[in-house]
Every structure is written in C-alpha cells, then in structure tokens.
C-alpha cells in the first residue's frame, strides 16, 4: 500500500515538474527559421554546405550563410528569402553542370566486354573500364541516377548531356562520375569544350571522332584568350569567356559546343540588329559588348558592326528600351 | 569525510572498478559511440554531467524517501524514474539557460537517461553505504572512467580505421577484441592497494 503510495506521488510530483519546467524552460524558436524552411526546395542536397535545407535556415536567419547560398533554389528562393529577413538578395547566377564528353560510347566499347553491374564507379574499378577512350564517359549512367533533380539527359550514343533547364547546379553529378569529367560552370556561359582526353592528336583520333586533338586552332581564333590547350587538351577559362563562339567555328573535330549558335537557323551565329526608332543613344550595349563592334556617340543612335560583333547576345539582353533585336532572315 | 577516502573512492571508480572495462556497464554507448573522437567526448561529457546529479538526487531519494518508509524493494524503479525525469528536466534546463553546453552535449543527453552505467552507479552509492559527498564524487569519477575508456576507444578505433583488419573481423568483432584487450589491461589495477 505504501509502495504504490510512494511511487504514485513520485511519478506524479515528476510528471508536476516537468511539465511546469516545460512551461517555465520553453524556449522560442525564431519563426523566420521556419518560414526560411519551407521556402527551400527540400532537397536537403548539401550544395550550401549544410547539413541539409533545415540547417541552412538556421544559418542563414542568423546571418551566418549567405542568402543566395541555395544553389538549387536559385534567385527565386534567394529572393523569397530576403523577402522573409527583409534583406535585399545579391544576385545570384544560375550555375549548370557540364559533361566534357560527347564520344559515341556505344562504339567504343571494345577494350573487352564488361559484364559488372551497371555504374561507372563498378565498371572503374576495372581498368579503367571497358570504353576505349580512357579520358571519357563510361555510359553507365552513375551521375543520372544520382541526380536528384532529375536533369541528366541519356544521350541516343550512350552518353549524358546535361538539361540546363531542370539542372540547379548542386553539384551531386560531379562526385558521383569516377572519370571527373562533369564541371560546374556559370549557365551564361554558352561555350564548352565536351572532351576531355589527354592523349594525343593521333591516338584520340583512332578511338573517337569528337574528340579534342590538341590543336590549338581554338587559341588562334579566340578574341580574349580565354581557350587554351595544356596537355593535348583545349579547356575554356569561363571567367574570361565571352561565349562569343569563334573557337566553335573553327574546331575541326567539332567538339566544341556553341549553344548559342544552336539557336540560330542553319547554326551559325548571326549579329542582332538596333532598331532606330528605338535606340536613345545611352551607350549602355557599347559599354557592355565584349568585342567592341557597337559604335556611336552619346544620345545618338548606335549601330553594330557585323564584322566585329560576335553575336554574344551580351547588348540584346543589356539594352534598356528593347531596340536591340536579332536579326531575323 | 576525509579526502584521503573521498581520492580513494575517486581512484577506484576511475581505474580499478571502471564501469566500462571492469565492470561492464554501458557497453552499448561504448560501441555505439566510440567512432569518432569527437562524438565520444560530447557523450562522455554527458555521462559525467548525468552521474554526478543523479548520484545526488537519487542518494537523497533513497534516504529520505525509500529508506524512511522501508521500501528499499522500490529501488530499481523508483531510481529509473527519478533519473529519467532528471535527465528530461537538465535538457530543458540547459536548452533555455546555457545553450552553449546543450548544443556540447546535444543528443547524448536523452540518450543515456536509461543507460545501466547511470543506474548502476546510483545503486552503488547505496550499497557501498556511500556519504552524501561521497556518493557525488563516486558519480563523478564513474563518469570520467567511462569517459577514458570511450576516447581511448575512439582513438583506438580511428587508428583501427586505417589498418589492414582480415574480413571477417571487420567493423564490430575487432572492436569487441580490442574493448576485452583493454578489459585485461585495466584487470592489472585490481591487485592496486590504497590507504
């Protein structure tokens, strides 16, 4: 009797106090941390350099990350962010994945037949795996079924082209490939070299035909010096790069992409155009153009030169009255 | 009491009777835990803070409730009771007013409040006819025995990491060799005579 006594008013004395120390100890959690949560994508990717989406709002909100630090959220959620701290967002720039490699893997599969488990760190672990080109894509798609955002693309040859629409640049194809041929890279960025073979001109021609031979037709042709070639290998400096496409045009196993050029009818690049009517003369395009092709004096109307425009786009997007336009045949 | 018996108690908890290798209490978070170094200081640290203010409380308990109503039989339930309500009322406590050790001892906290080291130690306190202060210090050493046996388990276990282990002792089987290597080695403070 005295037992059941005792232990009754000892769990009910402790059960008392801890929920009056609940009370009493309750701690408030800063609301922003949540609303800052639920405006994140919730991928809990690990791009920010957090633990995951929830460990970013707790940084963020007390101003230890950097509010565009969501890479897969982008300028949306940064913005959404800086609305919910009442901070202005610094712009962030979209950053895409590139894949240096557009080889016709399903024709290069002649070193001896793999017969593993489908994924690039398996078939690795092999020699080095089964494609020929020892520098490339091993089409075992180890980077699409990682991607967390679904924007790997299988290629019809076997390889993996990156769709810079879904792809957020987080970054989780670039430790999954064992080859480390995938790179992060400014999406305005338009130019890339898919290669990435270190061996020389002859022996990449023997295993591949869009692969880099070490040229340097692409140093040549570059207006900014931003391609260079080291170690049998063209690779762009996209800090300098212009995307104005001339490495593209000049390449002669095609291997560089221009997507840019892509857009165009027929592929090839062709200069926009100012509008008279439009123009107000505020030199805002020439202040912006890369290669220097747009003339003309302050209030008066602009003009660009076709000879030395590059069709970068930079002016169409820069002009404040819309008077710049691409050329339409 | 004197401090020669207060050190002689502090010396046996720590080496002779430690509760991990000797007497082989709390050998789940000495597994579980003993991975990392870092993770086995947050929870050592946990366990001294949660020895030393259960060996207090659950000492006055006994004194002053089990013990005047004759109901020293309730002891086992009646200590899980009071350390578990404890240990919930030490996490609020830290989480409001020193957030900086609540964060330190994190997840460690809750962890342990049913550990048999905790109960084993407030049990010992009693039947070794402990002081008040005595029974303190007892919580106390227990919990950095156990904290020695962790982190040199940790540091054992990082090191073990990088060696060349056969298959078949991979992961847990090593570290049960290793723990009763070590069980041995602290055997040898046993033939220790103090005072």
Redesign the interface.
């Known amino acids: 009797m ?2 059941a006594l ?2 009754g008013i ?2 009910l004395l ?2 008392l ?2 929920a009056l ?2 009370k ?4 408030e959690k800063d609301e922003r941390i949540e609303k800052v949560e639920q405006v994140l994508p919730q991928a809990n990717c690990g791009a920010c350099g957090y633990a995951g989406c929830a460990s970013f709002a707790e940084a963020v909100v007390k101003g230890e990350a950097e509010i565009s630090g969501c890479i897969p959220g982008g300028s949306d959620t940064a913005a959404a962010i800086a609305g919910i701290l009442g901070k202005k967002a610094s712009q962030s720039e979209k950053i895409v994945a590139v894949v240096h490699c557009r080889g016709d893997i399903n024709a290069m599969r002649n070193r001896f037949e793999y017969q593993g488990i489908k994924d690039c760190n398996a078939a690795m672990l092999l020699h080095g795996g089964d494609v020929d080109c020892l520098y490339g894509c091993l089409g075992y798609y180890s980077c699409v079924e990682a991607c967390p955002f679904d924007a790997m693309d299988k290629t019809e040859n076997g390889g993996v082209r990156v769709n810079e629409e879904k792809c957020v640049g987080c970054g989780v194809c670039v430790d999954a490939c064992p080859k480390k041929i995938i790179e992060l890279k400014k999406a305005s960025k338009k130019v890339d070299v898919l290669c990435s073979s270190r061996d020389k001109g002859g022996d990449v021609m023997k295993v591949c035909k869009v692969g880099c031979i070490g040229c340097k037709k692409c140093e040549k042709a570059c207006p900014v010096d931003a391609i260079k070639v080291t170690g049998n290998l063209a690779r762009i400096d996209y800090d300098i790069c212009i995307s104005c496409g001339k490495c593209a045009e000049v390449c002669p196993t095609h291997v560089i992409d221009d997507k840019l050029a892509a857009l165009f009818p027929g592929g090839k690049r062709i200069p926009p155009v100012i509008e008279p009517e439009k123009c107000i003369g505020c030199t805002i395009c020439a202040k912006n153009c890369p290669s220097d092709a747009i003339r003309g004096k302050v209030k008066e109307i602009h003009e660009i030169d076709p000879e030395k425009c590059v069709a970068c786009g930079i002016c169409v997007e820069k002009c404040p009255k819309d008077a710049i336009r691409w050329h339409e045949e | 009491m004197a401090i020669g018996s207060l050190f002689i108690i502090a010396i046996s908890a720590i080496f002779i009777n430690n509760f991990v290798l000797i007497k082989f209490l709390g050998i789940c978070p000495f597994m579980g835990v003993s991975k990392k170094l870092d993770s086995a200081l947050g929870m050592g640290g946990a366990v001294i803070f949660v020895m030393t203010i259960a060996s207090a409380v659950t000492w006055t308990v006994q004194r002053y ?2 013990d005047k ?3 020293q ?2 002891q086992t ?2 200590f899980i ?2 350390i578990a ?1 404890l240990v ?2 030490i996490e ?2 830290l ?3 020193i957030p900086d050790l609540y964060k330190a001892l994190g997840i460690f906290l809750p962890l342990i409040t049913t550990n048999c080291a905790i109960l084993g130690v407030t049990i010992m306190n009693i039947t070794e006819k402990y002081s008040f202060i005595g029974a303190v210090v007892n919580g106390l050493s227990a919990g950095i025995g156990f904290t020695l046996a962790l982190v040199m388990m940790a540091g054992i276990r990082e090191k073990l990491d990088l060696a060349d282990i056969p298959a078949a002792l991979k992961g847990v089987p090593i570290t049960f060799i290793t723990a009763s290597l070590m069980s041995l080695a602290f055997m040898g403070f046993s033939g220790m005579k103090i005072g």
């Open positions: 005295t037992a005792v232990l000892l769990g402790l059960g106090a801890l120390a609940s009493a100890f309750y701690v | 409730v089990l109503h004759g109901l039989y309730l339930i009646v009771v009071v309500s919930q009322f609020m406590f989480q409001k007013s």
